[in-house]
């Protein structure tokens, strides 16, 4: 078993998929319209879903807002240089919400970005600490 692609509702699928290509640079997979649904799907990745975990970006049409609640998290992003990743970022046009800088209670470097849904992206350097794993599983525990 793997992991194959998390689904955001979006209210803008043309502003999503340019924001996730060209301020995320993921590319844009496939996308479908589903005329007797009323919905359309845009996947977006870092890689071929043969061998990726994708987003799948579902717009159902004449919906442009959604409550995003208090349940979802983020989606987060493993990143070799942080600081220069979200000067890019912001040069793009995104929406850097929490500045680079050690986690809370841990080592590992973070950011995070929010999409123009409002969904937050999570920006990870990655090799900030050996432990980034247990760092983050941490957090997750002292955040409930």
């Known amino acids: 078993m793997r992991l194959l692609h998390t689904m955001l509702r979006v209210g803008n699928l043309e502003e999503s998929v340019k924001f996730y290509s060209e301020v995320l640079g993921m590319k844009l997979l496939r996308q479908k319209d589903y005329p007797d649904g009323k919905f359309t799907l845009a996947f977006v990745g870092y890689g071929d879903e ?4 994708v987003l799948e ?3 159902n049409w004449g919906v442009d807002k959604y ?3 208090d349940g979802y998290g983020h989606i987060a992003i493993g990143v ?5 990743t979200c000067e890019e970022i912001k040069a793009r046009g995104g929406k850097v919400v929490r500045e680079p800088g050690p986690m809370k209670h841990g080592n590992t470097v973070i950011a995070f970005v929010q999409d123009p849904d409002g969904y937050k992206v999570e920006l990870i350097q990655v090799g900030t600490t050996s432990s980034a794993v247990q760092d983050q599983e941490s957090e997750l525990v002292s955040s409930h």
């Open 80 to 84: 070799d240089d942080i600081y220069g």
């Open 57 to 59: 970006l579902t717009y």
């Open 67 to 69: 409550d995003l609640g």
């Open 50 to 53: 043969s061998d990726h975990t």
